[in-house]
Each structure stands twice: as structure tokens, then as C-alpha cells.
């Protein structure tokens, strides 16, 4: 598909959505209109988690092959991946201003959040740090696939190991829907949105990367 008609298409997705949390989701109880802003943040962190885990799969590609595209495919996704981990602490931290009246609390999901930036900023420091192309593929592969392991016990592990100011789930420890379906309906259509433009953004960046290897310029 042609990236333009694309990018139209996900700009479309996103004007529908943009309307059903304004003026579809209802007022949530104890968070009232706040309420929208977790069409935000949950799905720019579900994004980063993606992100970080197609570029450990792009790192064990290019181990395996030793292909320069897989290289690629995994700079630019934690890349993306980081980005999408900055609105999510950005978010976080407005929404936990807003409710608990202060921007950072050293809450579990803060601090495990800010311990992926940690990680993920070292990635990108590395491959700045390294000036041989295949020694700096090599190295930033072995790093993304070791980082990835950290992922699912940052993200869904530590956090429950300790008690939180962070609000419940979508879904609570009985296993029953913590919000009402129409919330839910129009969560997962944001997380869609988010998935897509995160798709659209590494498809360009992968096509920009690869022309810029071409003329020589480090990635």
C-alpha cells in the first residue's frame, strides 16, 4: 500500500477516535473526564512494548543471517520504541499531576518505566558509540536481545510486587472488566491507531535508514 494512502487512512482512524473519547466515553468513576487521557497513555506504552520486542526480533534475525536490513528494521523500532516510552512517562506524569498532585511519585510503573528509558537510552548511545558498521550491528544485537528480557518483568512483574498508586487495570483480579464496553471498545481502537501509526512510522524510517546506509551515513 502506498505510504500516503496509508497515512491518510490512519489519519482517518485517528479523527474517529479522537471523537469517540470526547464525546462517546462516558465521565469514569473517581477519575471523571480524566479518564481520557489513559486513551493515550495506555496505548503509547503498549506501542513502546511492541517497539522494543520487534527490535530484539530484528536483532536475532541479523545475528542469524547477518543481513544489514534486520539491522535496520531493529535500530529503528527502538528507535520508535523509545520514543513511544517518553509519551508514556510524559502522559503518566500529567495524569499523575492531575490526580495525585505531584509529577513523579516513584510509583512501581514510574520507576520501571524510567529504569526502560535507562536501558533503552544506553541502546542508543551505544550505537552512536561504535563507528564499524558490522562490529556496532553485532554488539547493538546482542544488547537489544538481552534489554528485551528485562521487558516483561519491568512491565508486568515488578509493578505487581508492590502496592501502587497506579489505577486498576482494564481488567481487575477477579477477571471481570474494570470499565464499561463502550470504553473498552474505543480503548482497543486507540491502541489499533497507535499500532498502526507505530507501523507507518518504522515502515519510513526503515525506507529513510536503508538510503541513508546507502550514501555512507552511520545509523
Known amino acids: 500500500m502506498d505510504l500516503k494512502l496509508l497515512a491518510a487512512c490512519v489519519a482517518i482512524w485517528f479523527a474517529g477516535v479522537g471523537y469517540a473519547v470526547f464525546y462517546l466515553v462516558p465521565p469514569a468513576e473517581g477519575l471523571g473526564v480524566l479518564v481520557r487521557l489513559a486513551f493515550f497513555h495506555i496505548p503509547v506504552a503498549w506501542v513502546s512494548v511492541l517497539a522494543f520486542l520487534v527490535a530484539a526480533t530484528g536483532a536475532g534475525l541479523y545475528l542469524k543471517t547477518r543481513r544489514t536490513w534486520y539491522d535496520c528494521l531493529s535500530a529503528c523500532s527502538a528507535r520508535l520504541g523509545f520514543v513511544f516510552c517518553l509519551l508514556a512517562t510524559g502522559s503518566g506524569a500529567l ?7 505531584a509529577y513523579w511519585n516513584w510509583d512501581p510503573r514510574e520507576t520501571t518505566v524510567f529504569a526502560l528509558l535507562l536501558i533503552y537510552g544506553a541502546y542508543l548511545a551505544l550505537r552512536t558509540a561504535i563507528e564499524d558498521e558490522e562490529r556496532r550491528a553485532a554488539i547493538s544485537a546482542v544488547y ?12 508486568f512483574v515488578m509493578p ?22 463502550i470504553m473498552l471498545y474505543v480503548l482497543l481502537a486507540a491502541v489499533g491507531a497507535f499500532t498502526a501509526l507505530y507501523g507507518l512510522l518504522l515502515m519510513r524510517s526503515v525506507t529513510n535508514s536503508a538510503l541513508a546506509r546507502e550514501r555512507g551515513i552511520p545509523l
Open 95 to 101: 495524569f499523575a499531576k492531575l490526580t495525585w498532585g
Open 144 to 155: 537489544s536481545l538481552l534489554a528485551v528480557a528485562t521487558v516483561p518483568f519491568l512491565v
Open 160 to 181: 505487581r510486587m508492590y502496592s501502587s498508586l497506579h489505577p486498576e487495570p482494564v481488567l481487575n483480579s477477579a477477571g471481570k472488566l474494570a470499565i464499561e464496553p
